[in-house]
T-cell receptor, first 113, second 115 residues
Framework: GESVGLHLPTLSVQEGDNSIINCAYS??????FIWYKQESGKGPQFIID?????DKRQGQRVTVLLNKTVKHLSLQIAATQPGDSAVYFC????????????FGGGTRLMVKP | DAGVTQSPTHLIKTRGQHVTLRCSPI?????VSWYQQVLGQGPQFIFQ???????GRGNFPDRFSARQFPNYSSELNVNALLLGDSALYLC??????????????FGPGTRLLVL
């Protein structure tokens, strides 16, 4: 079936650099997308979301970009810090699917000091 | 304010046994969803409950069941445990959950090991 996927399983960046985590989705009916951060031994933590009527949304040090034409989602983290080290998941939600989120496989972000 | 709470934090069972996991949503949230996260993978949707009724079900066998109580807390039950049921079980709460595009907040999870 259709699912959310990620291009890179592991991303290693230098502290202070910007990070970009990518995600491809295949379900054209999805209209809500969320990025979660999961640290070892913890549950997923909400970072930022975006609805399909938007192309870009900014938070504190994070930006999510949505390209509906190619069904691509990205999370940009500015000035990456050691505390950003975690696994990042994108998830999608369809309008007629209630609360059911479909998650990708995750990308591990490693920040080198 | 307390976030989503789950109990127990860890659990060890043997094949064939039954397990009950518990979740308390964020105060004011009425919808609870359950997810299974196998090591190295993203969470997979199991159930959604809202106002004590099942509103969604993922592709899981009938050995998995759940319920929601009047105070909006929830239990996930798994019968006849298999080795493959070993996973982190996550609970997420949202305000209503009857429409999409509601932020879901996850608890810390219950790590279940089946031997």
């Amino acid at each position: 079936g259709e699912s959310v996927g990620l291009h890179l399983p592991t991303l290693s960046v230098q502290e202070g650099d910007n990070s970009i985590i990518n995600c491809a989705y295949s379900n054209s009916a999805s209209d809500y997308f969320i990025w979660y951060k999961q640290e070892s031994g913890k549950g997923p933590q909400f970072i930022i979301d975006i609805r399909s009527n938007m192309d870009k949304r900014q938070g504190q040090r994070v930006t999510v970009l949505l390209n509906k034409t190619v069904k691509h989602l990205s999370l940009q983290i500015a000035a990456t810090q050691p505390g950003d080290s975690a696994v990042y998941f994108c998830a999608e939600n369809m309008n007629n699917a209630g609360n059911m989120l479909t998650f990708g496989g995750g990308t591990r972000l490693m920040v080198k000091p | 304010d307390a976030g989503v709470t789950q109990s127990p934090t860890h659990l060890i069972k043997t094949r064939g046994q039954h397990v009950t996991l518990r979740c308390s949503p964020i105060s004011g949230h009425k919808s609870v969803s359950w997810y299974q996260q196998v090591l190295g993978q993203g969470p997979q949707f199991i159930f959604q409950y809202y106002e004590k009724e099942e509103r969604g079900r993922g592709n899981f066998p009938d050995r998995f069941s759940a319920r929601q109580f009047p105070n909006y807390s929830s239990e996930l039950n798994v019968n006849a445990l298999l080795l493959g049921d070993s996973a982190l079980y996550l609970c997420a709460s949202s305000l209503a959950g009857v429409r999409a595009q509601e932020t879901q907040y996850f608890g810390p999870g219950t790590r279940l090991l089946v031997l």
